[in-house]
């Protein structure tokens, strides 16, 4: 599969979806140009969809994939991380060969 997200990621995520009125229709994860390294993560709440995205579907949550982050999001897993330094989400993509010292942005 192109996209995973954990059971962790999908609950976290259907928790915030919950909260939202009125709901959104499931989320939508990019990449887009920007940050010291050239790309980075976008994860959206989406109301309206691309007839081109590619759809996932994890346990009933519904996540929207453009085809031009599609292709740099191959392979990548999604977790929900929480730790003592506090608690977000984890891109694990096999893709990137370099991030930023901040790790907020990479290259491909």
Known sequence: MALELTPH???K???ILGQQNPQPRGLRVA????GCSGFS???NFENETNPIDKTYEFD???VF???ASL???NGTKIDFVESLEG???KFENPNVKTTCGCGSSFTV
């Open 31 to 34: 990449v887009v140009g920007g």
């Open 41 to 43: 993560y976008q994860m």
């Open 87 to 89: 608690s977000g989400f």
């Open 71 to 73: 292709m740099y999001l």
């Open 13 to 15: 995520v259907k928790e």
């Open 9 to 11: 990621a999908v609950e």
């Open 60 to 62: 009933g949550l519904k």
């Open 65 to 67: 994939v453009d085809q």
